[in-house]
């Protein structure tokens, strides 16, 4: 259950609401984002919900059976907008596409990647300056200085960014320098980065585990949601299987049913999804018209000079003619929809 409660409530009401909700045995968290003010209500005994919800100081009461309560859909009448200000948003009312490389090498790639992104008019850029790899002998970022460079020269040029954090210590020290706090796969199940990430007013981008489902992936989104951040976006990413003839499987039935069972926009990764430039294409558009609200790709300009990833990474000219296609098919669905 879940409890919103009036921006003016009074201690003295609030106290009221809890210890009623106490009184029929329910656990109660109280959640405070830059939003709304909530308490999720936890038991196993159903109530009838107008005992409490007459109380001063409630705006709404909701009964969500989901384990995930804050992130369902079965509560918010309206899907979330994250907003990342400049007129910049992520939300199911358009389709958005973030692109660049998938670790920042230098101050000229950086350039020159802006003024691709700017020529097709995408306000995102995703490149990574702390790199998990697999082994330790790869690249593996130019770390907080290379960001800072990174912000600067994205913050002037009026393009957001987005990267990875690792760890929880590296929250405080990229917040300035970061707009979209992505979380990996590796670190899908990171509860403590999570939960340190959910104390930020900064967007936060979550992957799904290689061998998470979706369920955990709401999960996750929740950690950050009841520790105060409202801003979540969620990412299909592909997830690990048997099979060997790419790198992982782009699960586009994900997309529809996390729209189904969540108010947070959805995008995907078809670079890490399939992991070979040829696909990427076809599987981008594949889950626009499968209902994602954006996708994530990586684009270089010499993929086969990329420090990492070039084999998923797509050139110029490949990446010019998917934003075109992108935004093509984003249509034809649109129409669909009437």
């Known amino acids: 259950m879940i409890i919103q409660l009036k921006k003016n ?43 409490i919800g007459h109380l001063k100081g409630i705006d709404d009461i909701h009964r969500v059976t989901d384990s995930y309560k804050l992130v369902s859909k079965k509560w918010r009448v309206h899907d979330t907008d994250v907003d990342l200000g400049d007129g910049i948003h992520v939300n199911r009312q358009q389709f958005s596409i973030m692109a660049g490389p998938c670790s920042i090498e230098s101050p000229e790639q950086i350039d020159q990647t802006i003024e691709h992104l700017k020529t ?65 796969t590796r670190n899908a199940q990171n509860f403590n980065l999570l939960d340190e990430l959910g104390k930020t007013n900064k967007a936060v981008m979550l992957k799904r585990g290689f061998s998470g489902t979706i369920e955990e992936l709401l999960q996750a989104a929740e950690y950050v949601f009841s520790n105060g951040n409202e801003k979540i976006i969620l990412c299909e990413r592909g997830i690990r299987t048997y099979e060997t003839a790419y790198r992982n499987t782009l699960d586009l039935n994900a997309v529809p049913i996390l729209k189904e069972k969540s108010h947070l926009p959805v995008i995907v ?61 984003y249509a034809l669905r649109k129409s669909f929809n009437g």
């Open 269 to 329: 990764d078809p670079s890490h999804g399939v992991g070979l430039r040829n696909y990427i294409e076809p599987m981008a558009l594949a889950a626009t018209m499968a209902g994602a609200d954006g996708v994530i790709v990586e684009v270089h300009q010499c993929p086969e000079k990329a420090l990492s990833d070039g084999q998923q990474t797509l050139n110029y000219p490949e990446a010019k003619q998917l934003y075109e296609r992108l935004h093509a098919t």
């Open 120 to 184: 097709h008019n995408i306000r995102m850029m995703r490149g990574g300056v702390f790199k998990p790899r697999t082994s330790p002998y790869a690249f593996r970022g130019v770390g907080l200085e290379g960001l800072k460079i990174f912000s600067e020269k994205c913050r002037a040029a009026g393009i957001k960014v987005v990267t990875e954090v690792m760890q929880v210590s590296q929250v405080a020290e990229m917040h300035d320098y970061v707009d979209i706090f992505q979380v990996g």
């Open 9 to 51: 409530i009074t201690t003295e009401q609030k106290l009221s609401v809890i210890q009623a909700i106490e009184k029929v045995n329910y656990q109660v968290n109280e959640v405070k984002t830059q939003y709304g003010h909530y308490l999720i209500a936890v038991g196993k005994k159903e109530f009838d919900i107008r005992k």
